[in-house]
Nanobody
Framework: QVQLVESGGGLVQAGGSLRLSCAAS????????MGWYRQAPGKQRELVAS???????NYADSVKGRFTISRDHAKNAVYLQMNSLKPEDTAVYYC?????????????WGQGTQVTVSS
């Protein structure tokens, strides 16, 4: 079992920045993939960014060039730096992890943190 706890969400004006953090605990030795998903009201949950244990990253087209995912193995943490935020980035953001580096539906999810971008 892996437990994930997100922090760093909040309200920000368009063009601003936020940094999300996620702390992992439990069976962290098994983690090969960590990522961030988001779900906006009335929309399906979507992948925002992911990073494998060897540092390979993947981003949604909508956030490329604005968001950066990073991982701190020593702290068992993953971060999402979000710059140039847009109102359409408003969503609940979920931290995820999986033992499979190719997982498209991660096994473990955090409780979510709200990000609201005002215009």
């Amino acid at each position: 079992q892996v437990q994930l706890v997100e922090s760093g969400g909040g309200l920000v004006q368009a063009g601003g920045s936020l940094r999300l953090s996620c702390a992992a605990s439990g069976s962290i030795f098994s983690i090969r993939l960590m990522g961030w998903y988001r779900q906006a009201p009335g929309k399906q949950r979507e992948l925002v960014a992911s990073i494998t244990s060897d540092g390979r990253t993947n981003y949604a087209d909508s956030v490329k060039g604005r968001f950066t995912i990073s991982r701190d193995h020593a702290k068992n943490a993953v971060y999402l730096q979000m710059n140039s935020l847009k109102p359409e980035d408003t969503a609940v953001y979920y931290c995820t992890s999986d033992k499979r580096p190719w997982a498209t539906i991660p096994d473990y999810w955090g409780q979510g943190t709200q990000v609201t971008v005002s215009s």
